[in-house]
């Protein structure tokens, strides 16, 4: 008796099963939430998480900080110019080299960091109630370990692809639910994050 091929035999995966499908349904869902919470701030996620990388890398030239969060020159003027005219950041000679800027925030800028935190903390418990800390920690670590597998930097604005390697082809049924995230500026920026990104859950350095 001919013994059945498990991959013919074996029935194909619904989207809604699938890790990608999951992913980008989640994270549109949550970088959706996470600008909605910021904005009584006036802020978007990409100013979440450019304000948080300023403020660990403060005083390094703005080219730095690009590199840092995986940036291209053009955007990380506009970010810049953005929240300069915010009042969060400021421009200033870098005293290592006359030719470029570095970066710091002003104290309006510090006081929205915080105020950032606070929500990210508020984002943060409301997404993960269901989970226990044990659960919390694992889901991180695993996803922590696909977006190495996949090259993502850990800094890196959500919904900005790799500068340094080009982003994979995205999967059909995940392409037939959502738009492109880097068009959008959310995550899964993360934050987008794009979120920026979203820093839709977390990424402003909030735990």
């Given at each position: 008796?001919?013994?059945?091929?498990?991959?013919?035999?074996?029935?194909?995966?619904?989207?809604?099963?699938?890790?990608?499908?999951?992913?980008?349904?989640?994270?549109?869902?949550?970088?959706?939430?996470?600008?909605?919470?910021?904005?009584?701030?006036g802020?978007e996620?990409?100013?979440?998480?450019?304000?948080?990388?300023?403020?660990?890398?403060?005083?390094?030239?703005?080219?730095a900080?690009?590199?840092?969060?995986?940036?291209?020159?053009?955007?990380?003027?506009?970010?810049?110019?953005?929240?300069?005219?915010?009042?969060?950041?400021?421009?200033?000679r870098?005293?290592?080299?006359?030719?470029?800027?570095?970066?710091?925030?002003?104290?309006a800028?510090?006081?929205?960091?915080?105020?950032?935190?606070?929500?990210?903390?508020?984002?943060?418990?409301?997404?993960?109630?269901?989970?226990?800390?044990?659960?919390?920690?694992?889901?991180?670590?695993?996803?922590?370990?696909?977006?190495?597998?996949?090259?993502?930097?850990?800094?890196?604005?959500?919904?900005?692809?790799?500068?340094?390697?080009?982003?994979?082809?995205?999967?059909?049924?995940?392409?037939?639910?959502?738009?492109?995230?880097?068009?959008?500026?959310?995550?899964?920026?993360?934050?987008?994050?794009?979120?920026?990104?979203?820093?839709?859950?977390?990424?402003?350095?909030?735990?």
């Amino acid at each position: 008796m001919e013994t059945p091929d498990p991959a013919q035999a074996a029935p194909a995966p619904q989207p809604a099963d699938t890790v990608a499908f999951l992913l980008v349904q989640l994270g549109f869902h949550l970088g959706r939430l996470f600008g909605e919470r910021l904005e009584p701030l006036g802020l978007e996620q990409r100013h979440a998480g450019m304000l948080a990388r300023v403020a660990e890398n403060d005083g390094r030239s703005q080219q730095a900080i690009a590199e840092l969060l995986g940036v291209n020159p053009t955007r990380m003027v506009f970010l810049t110019d953005e929240l300069e005219k915010l009042g969060l950041i400021e421009r200033r000679r870098n005293p290592a080299d006359r030719r470029s800027h570095a970066l710091y925030l002003t104290e309006a800028g510090t006081a929205m960091l915080a105020r950032i935190r606070e929500v990210t903390r508020t984002h943060e418990a409301a997404i993960t109630a269901s989970l226990s800390g044990a659960e919390r920690d694992q889901l991180i670590a695993l996803l922590q370990r696909l977006a190495r597998d996949q090259g993502l930097a850990g800094r890196a604005l959500p919904g900005i692809p790799p500068r340094h390697a080009p982003s994979p082809p995205a999967p059909d049924m995940a392409a037939d639910v959502a738009p492109d995230p880097a068009a959008t500026d959310v995550a899964p920026d993360p934050a987008a994050a794009d979120v920026t990104a979203p820093d839709m859950a977390g990424g402003t350095g909030a735990d």
